[in-house]
């Protein structure tokens, strides 16, 4: 069963000099129950927009969106039951403990901490040392957590998570994505939004956004084997310097910074000895050159050029 259908929706809003910004470009797609799916995309890229339509917070201009079945116009007070939805931005009380925040929006959800402290207990566990702490007070990891627990607290259906590891450090970001799976494990549908993408391998399956259109949407590891061009990792001395000689070098079909080498999509009938060379006669020195398993960054930059 799905739990998510998205059929044709367009979102616009009004831009300066009675323009407008297309932020969801007729999009279509399905996220079935119990999947834990990305929505992977830069900033600007329609994330927030289609997570607060699906969520029943703003009107689409057009096409149709059902969630656990039903629909986002017609049905919102069904689906507002069953949705937990963490905002990108912080939207917890920061006046308030942490303890009161969880029990505000139990209480106005019609539950209770205990009625739904299984659910939200792993999590829990991690900030009750701190929870007379006002929210305000809490480290972002901290508030991360408390903000899910409040998003679980009436035990929803499907979950969305707006980009909830931005600005969080490595580690926390580690620990959430591994509360996200535990959550998985309790049968829920969660719809994850990020910028980060290092996260879509975390996923079951992802959708790359960007200007508002789908580019691709599949698992992660087929959307990698799609990539069908030689990647190779290129590193010299001045790292600067080799960027301009492979950009002017008509070898390379695009190059581009990647941690700390050069990631180099290689023309169809270019061979590795022939950029050595080329870069050695170049006066680059220290060339290092290795092939490269292309990842969905890798991914997403040839498509967003294809585009
Ligand atoms: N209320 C608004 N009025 C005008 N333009 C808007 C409004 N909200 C969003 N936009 C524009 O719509 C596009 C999509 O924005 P959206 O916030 O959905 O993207 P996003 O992927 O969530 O990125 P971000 O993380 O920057 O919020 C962007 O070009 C943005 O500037």
Aim: with cysteine.
């Amino acid at each position: 069963m799905e739990a998510v259908i998205v059929n044709n929706l367009i979102k616009t809003y009004p831009a300066e000099k009675k323009s407008v910004v297309k932020a969801l470009n007729d999009i279509s797609f399905k996220v079935n129950a119990g999947e834990l799916f990305g929505v992977i995309g830069p900033d600007g890229a329609g994330k927030s927009t289609l997570f607060r339509i699906l969520t029943t917070l703003l009107l689409a201009d057009s096409g149709t969106a059902f969630v656990d079945g039903f629909d986002v116009v017609k049905d919102y007070k069904e689906i507002r039951k069953r949705v937990g939805y963490m905002p990108g931005k912080f939207s917890l009380y920061q006046d308030l403990s942490v303890e009161e925040n969880l029990d505000f929006f139990a209480t106005i959800f019609n539950t209770s901490i205990r009625e739904n402290y299984d659910l939200i207990k792993d999590i829990y566990v991690q900030i009750a040392p701190f929870k007379t702490r006002r929210a305000g007070k809490l480290s972002g990891g901290m508030k991360q957590k408390l903000a899910l627990c409040c998003a679980l607290i009436h035990r929803p259906s499907v979950l969305f998570l707006d980009e909830p590891t931005t600005g969080v450090d490595a580690v926390s970001r580690k620990e959430f994505w591994e509360m996200l799976q535990q959550l998985k494990k309790q049968g829920i549908t969660i719809l994850v939004s990020t910028p980060y993408m290092d996260e879509a391998s975390l996923c079951d399956r992802v959708a790359l956004l960007q200007n508002g259109a789908i580019l691709s949407i599949d698992k992660p590891t087929v959307i990698t084997a799609q990539f069908n061009n030689t990647l190779l990792a290129v590193k010299a001395d001045n790292m600067f310097g080799l960027l301009q000689v492979l950009r002017e070098s008509g070898l390379a079909a695009n190059s581009y910074p990647f941690g700390e080498y050069h990631h180099v999509v290689m023309k169809d009938n270019i061979s590795i000895e022939e950029l050595g060379n080329y870069l050695n006669q170049k006066g680059c020195t220290t060339v290092n050159i290795q092939k490269a398993n292309a990842n969905i960054e890798d991914c997403f930059i040839a498509l967003m050029r294809n585009e």
